[in-house]
């Protein structure tokens, strides 16, 4: 083999590693803009969720004062104000945890 054919099939050997490595880079590229729109997915539907659950359990507060207000005595009005108090500390607390 002379030194012409040596440096061209070297060279071949080059390239056709480049074109390897080239290939590899961009399915590596795509795998990952995937996991990363994948992953963005996840973080929406987490969110979506906790709303959900949150205007749920604000709805059940609500609800749950308004029960409260119609089952007192109208001589008994300790018990409707202990139950807002700690609806409104529990309220602060979730606000706090978030």
Not at 32 to 50: A, F, M, P, S
């Amino acid at each position: 083999m002379s030194g012409r054919q040596a440096h061209k099939w070297k060279q071949q050997k080059l390239d056709d590693e480049q074109k390897l490595l080239d290939q590899r880079y961009e399915d590596y590229r795509k795998e990952r803009e995937l996991l990363v729109n994948l992953e963005q997915n996840v973080y929406d539907g987490y969110e979506k969720t906790i709303l959900t659950l949150s205007a749920s359990f604000l709805a059940f507060s609500v609800s749950f004062l308004g029960i409260m207000k119609s089952k007192v005595n109208p001589g008994h009005t300790p018990v409707p104000i202990l139950a807002t108090i700690v609806l409104y500390r529990a309220w602060i607390s979730f606000e706090d945890a978030r």
